[in-house]
């Protein structure tokens, strides 16, 4: 009966390989190195394939970069290792003068601080009085302004009081206002046509007691009244005249001959 221990020898993982059906053969042996070349393969030199021209300037310049980088590291450590060896020093002198050498570098950067702060502090300070100056200039001119406006506006309110005075309706003088009113109409009502041109109301004539007062041009048709500053007006028939409203309106006047009322007329005229 074959033990376990019959598999642990160097060809234990084939032999498992072989049972898991991989059917995998062992290499042949090789030639033992301390044998020499055969005879056909000892003068055989193998023929390299050429480079690519056009790559060997760029392999020429990278072996060159390379040789040169290897050289100033050479040299380098040289240096270093001959000053070490010219100085006697050990690893804790090294030490002790680069912490020197290093408190020296922070002292500098120290003393370049204080003199980036002090500059740092003149130039706000600098920069805080003329903020301070241009806001008090502006406080100044702001107040200047408020009271040549309040003096302004004072002026103004006192021509207004002295014109309410005279110009102004008050209860004193509404009668007044309402006869100057009265003999000088105004209006100033107009209207555009389709084609554009202005159509300015006729100056109303005075208001005479007890007559009725013409209406506006504005609240009468279109065939009313004569012509003005050369527009026509004409009736819905397609001819010039007034309406037939107007007609008969004017034909309830007196005709020549006939007379007024007395009481009319006088109280008219006056």
Known sequence: MISKSAFCGPSTPFIFCRRCFLNRKL????????????????????????????????????????????????????????????????????????????????????QRNIKLAEARAEREKMAMAQIEEETLQEIERKLDWEHANAEKRAKEVLETIERSKTEYVTRENLEQRVEEALENPQNFDY??????????NPVPTKYVHSVMNTPSIYEQPLDYGPPIDGYTYKSARGRQGHSKGQRNRNSNKPRDGEEQGSEELDFAQS
């Open 27 to 110: 290499p042949n042996p090789g030639k033992p190195p301390i044998l020499p070349p055969a005879k056909s393969k000892m003068y055989k030199v193998h023929q390299y394939k050429w480079q690519d021209p056009s790559d060997v300037p760029e392999l020429l310049w990278r072996r060159h970069v390379y040789n040169s980088a290897i050289l100033s590291m050479r040299r380098l450590f040289r240096e270093e290792i001959g000053l070490k060896n010219s100085l006697a020093m050990g690893l804790e002198e090294i030490k002790v003068a680069e912490a020197a050498e290093l408190n020296e570098i922070l002292a500098l950067n120290e």
């Open 191 to 200: 209207a555009i046509d389709l084609n554009g041109v202005n159509i300015p």
